[in-house]
């Protein structure tokens, strides 16, 4: 029965019967972990040739020697592959170490501390610098943003993406306004795709922003479906072209989920320019990425359609576990009221809210008797999720059976929070 | 004869010679490169054996399925071996991606614009900061330091390490100095050992120096000797101990010298909390460094003895080219007075500075016929050398016979140089 229509002694009731289920579940002992969006070890399986993979050749195509230093925008071969992932040309993509999101650092401390375009260009020169935000999001990129001291303002995340209106009309209210995240396909953690529109505002945004505006495209999941008939994404590059904004758009993505997680290989994507002000950055600190492991990668998966079959091997793992979140939310919640959820067609994630206010009572409950979900408000700048509803659910890593249990548990946690808060209002109306 | 005994018909008589020596080596079509202390194939060929290392079982000692994120200090095994290096227990050491570079640049980063302890302790909070660098030096260094904003003073290097009687002057001397640059063994470029009194003065600084100074100990040549007979530097961390400072020491080395050049490891060694910090710093820009790589590194060269026993196959390959680079200065300069040169017995370089006001004309006289050497000036900041006389000879990755070649077309550059001085100067005496 919907909540809604329930009496006071009927949701009574039923918080007797939850109480028991939840006092068993509690004495079973559970250790379930729902927390971060890491591949299962049956995924990492899909890739253990990787080491070996060179069988003694460490050259590339041109000769190269990898073993030694040099090539800091990584081999060619190399950025031949990734740039197609992200659908760029080869000179416009750069191939760094284990991890996108230190790309995305060094762009942004680059930007903030040195300057895009030369030290006058600072962002740290002006009195406020701040970062579009969609909600909910990766808390990996407001902790960075948090770090380099850039303030977030959040702006609604819809199923076709950003809220374009409301991103539009914060550009021309705040002038401070610096860039905008973006987790474009499957998006972390609702799972969206952003339809064509989108894409093209977000391209045009420069246009109407400040000089120095740029836009993290964290394409995580471009290649992560979970269903063969899910939505494309459209080329930013194609649109920021026609715009003429190629200078105000960064690109990034890895293989962290796609071969071995943190062991995998880091790119970007950016005009000729930027990179070559991104790789002075870089030159400051390193001589040249890890090229024995590009190398590695490119030998394993030569190009794009390598890497989209070995995908199809990450979908059969996945796909059951997201079907069984899927069906057990339904099963539980489906017509009480007590919840929503996105239903993704690709990436890590399930995004749940709960009616307003309950989400770190819920995530509490949870941990309470032994299953970690991700803290409420993580998907939120600062951890503050102003209505206290979201809650990032990511079934990859735990077993199938543990997936099972672990909605099963969640359901009964959701349930009676939502009626406890019902009886609560009920007393005090 | 030694040139200060010449007459100037000798000096024109031997240029009119050296012309035509130069002309022919000229006319030779040379390509040969000493600009960079990179290892040779052979040497890279030690560690051949890296890709494959791990023949399917990627789990650490404890479990841990190195494929997946997670463990930014690094593996447990990685900690104790690289530790064991630099002589510190694992619980001090953290390990890092392929290059001890950019956790140089972190532990900066972090002085600089977040504090190392705490936000109210961040560098740029003061007016100014200054690193005292011992000269000749690594240009790198320097470049983290201009990058960042941190002034530089040179201080001199002696036999028995940097000048301590001057380095204590200048600490006194500035209140603003934030710390000091060392490569302990082997020193780049002069190859000196610090003696065990200046080990243990450094150690004593920081409480003579602001509270906040730091010393960047970077220990990279720590196991890389060319004579078995080659002094052994004093543990640092010992005479940290006894003076209260192992907060104030950061330690670093990689393993690119020992097994790939920018596709090794990385490390750093402090006291606890000083990871603490460093840790969190590295925890905004990624998740984990790549274990799989750790991993690899800890089955190839198990324990300190395999890396020492590694080692040695290492001197067997470049001890020829060291010796063939000294007995070239030493029979076309020797009791010439035209320069002097270091006698390394570990390390990448041989140091050699010429007569006052000669070194960029040497440098610029070898280019025209081929001979690339690393720039006059870099051994020094800001690329400046005062007497432009030092030059640093990189006889690594050349063969034994280009090697030769060089240095046989080097002689004869620097005697031009010298001669054609002593002329101009008779000249205008």
Known sequence: MHIEHMTAAQASAEIDALERDYTELGAKGLALDLTRGKPAGEQLDLASDLDGMLAGDYRAADGTDVRNYGGLVGLPEARALFGSLLGVPAEETLVGGNASLTLMYNVLDLAVNRGLRGADSAWRNSASMKFLCPVPGYDRHFTLCESLGIDMLPVPMLETGPDMDAVEALVDAHSDLRGIWCVPRFSNPTGCVYNDATVKR???????????????????????????????????????LDAGTLDHVFQFGST??????????????????????????????????????????????????????????????????????????????????????????????????????????????????????????????????????????????????????????????????????????????
């Open 256 to 429: 962290s989920k796609i071969t071995f997680a943190g062991a995998g290989v880091g790119y970007t994507a950016s005009s000729v320019s930027n990179l070559a002000a991104l790789q002075a950055h870089l030159g400051v600190q390193s001589i040249s990425p890890d090229k024995v492991n590009q190398l590695r990668h490119v030998r394993l998966l030569p190009d794009r359609d390598a890497v989209i079959a070995h995908m199809a091997s990450h979908r059969a793992l996945l796909q059951p576990k997201f079907d069984a979140v899927l069906s057990g939310l339904e099963q539980g919640l489906g017509g009480r009221g007590m919840g929503t959820w996105t239903h993704p067609r690709g990436g890590y994630f399930v995004s749940f809210d709960s009616r307003p206010g309950l989400a770190s009572g819920i995530v509490t409950l949870a941990a309470d008797i032994g299953v970690k979900l991700t803290p409420a408000g993580a998907t939120f700048p600062y951890g503050e999720d102003p209505s206290d509803c979201n809650i990032r659910l990511a079934p990859s890593y735990p077993s199938l059976q543990e997936v099972s249990e672990t909605v099963t548990a969640f359901v009964v946690c959701v349930k009676l929070a939502s009626l406890r808060q019902k009886l609560a209002q009920g007393a005090t109306a």
């Open 202 to 240: 977000i391209a045009q945004l420069p246009n109407r922003a400040s000089s120095d505006f740029i836009v993290m495209w964290d394409n995580a999941y471009a290649v992560h479906t979970l269903n063969e008939a899910a939505p494309e994404l459209a080329s930013i590059r194609t649109f920021c």
